[in-house]
């Protein structure tokens, strides 16, 4: 059975995909630094619940590179699964540097320890935030997306250009994922969800952007977790029609792709907070404010590649999402 290390595993997304893997019998070297960006405290119980026989865990960070390299060489995992990362559209207004050295630093050093260990695919996070000024609806991994708006988006598309890269010049198969608002039990307590629950249980007001229009396309955790898994099994390969002529964006005569994970239907914000107002009987108290420098007002996610590429579709209803992330923040924090 393959080993799979998975960077970030201490995080959101890495901590579920990691879970994941384990079940389905992979060896799982997880990765993570335990930055204080949030509670750290969050991130080490979500290691509590990957304790496995075949889960080894590093404490490291993806910038520094002999440290990557000498977990590569230690392991010699045959998949990478890259979720570490520094998150957030707004903190990234404050604090750019961040940014550049996990987003894009961090990112090489990945990709140097991949081809020199002659990794069969690199799954990576992307983003949706890559759409930056894009207003063609939905959003298309076949859109041109040269246009960011925040630092963060900038470092991801960044990502996408270096993968493309590699894989041109070192036959490396990489696969990015731009994930859509993504959210669930174990959620980032810098995110809406976390912040709003958190906010209305103690009676305090939420704010709420561009005084509450916009729309976000919110993946609920499981349906990234299956997409991944399913993506496991499919290694990029060439676009034998691809032209320089026409360039696809989303493909290439090497072995490259991207993939939006969305659920294929933008929530109204408003609509968001009544759900989590409807499962804890209560009103919250709304603070409304204009679009904040970063942001984008509505996320759209064109899933079509990826229903032709593993014949899935995220899917869960936000009501059922809602529910079960409250259900967890409740018995997590001791509320329920």
């Known amino acids: 059975m393959k080993t799979i290390l998975v960077t ?9 995909v990691s879970r994941r893997l384990l079940q389905e019998g992979y060896d799982v070297v997880g990765v993570d630094n335990l930055n204080d960006y949030y509670n750290v405290s969050l991130k080490k119980d979500r290691l509590k619940f990957l304790e496995h026989k075949n889960f080894m865990f590093k404490k490291c960070s993806i910038t520094d590179e002999h440290a ?18 520094q998150p957030g559209v707004r903190y990234s207004l404050e604090n750019p540097h961040a940014y550049i050295n996990s987003n894009v630093v961090g990112f090489v050093n990945i990709l140097e320890a991949c081809r020199h260990h002659g990794i ?13 000024a894009n207003t063609k609806q ?12 925040s630092l963060y ?7 996408e ?17 731009r994930f859509f608002t993504v959210y669930g039990p174990w959620g980032r307590p810098d995110m809406a969800p976390f912040l709003f629950t958190e906010a209305i ?15 976000r396309d919110f993946t609920y955790i499981d349906d990234i977790v299956e997409s991944i898994s399913k993506l496991l099994h499919k290694i990029p390969e060439p676009n034998e029609h691809w032209s320089g002529n026409n360039p696809d964006p989303g493909t290439s005569y090497v072995p490259y792709k991207v993939f939006n994970i969305g659920n ?40 079509e590649d990826l229903i032709n590429e593993i014949d899935f579709k995220p899917q869960t209803s936000l009501k059922d999402g809602v529910s079960k992330f409250i259900d967890w923040y409740l018995t997590y924090t001791n509320k329920d």
């Open 8 to 16: 970030g595993a201490a995080g959101f997304i890495g901590a579920h």
């Open 68 to 85: 990557i390299m000498n977990v590569f060489h230690e392991y010699q995992p045959t998949v990478v699964i890259h979720l570490a990362a």
């Open 120 to 132: 069969e695919q690199l799954i990576y996070a992307s983003s949706s935030s890559v759409y930056g």
């Open 138 to 149: 939905p959003f298309s991994v076949h859109d041109n997306v040269d246009h960011p708006v």
């Open 153 to 159: 988006a900038a470092t991801k598309k960044a990502n």
């Open 161 to 177: 250009l270096m993968a493309h890269t590699y894989s041109h010049l070192y036959n490396l198969p990489t696969t990015g994922l």
């Open 201 to 215: 249980l103690n009676g305090e007001p939420i704010d709420v952007y561009n005084k509450g229009n916009m729309k």
């Open 264 to 303: 294929n239907n933008p929530i109204k914000l408003t609509d968001f907070i009544q759900a989590i107002e409807q499962k804890l009987g209560m009103t919250a108290k709304k603070n409304f404010l204009p679009l904040q420098s970063g942001d984008v007002v509505e996320t759209y996610a064109d899933v």
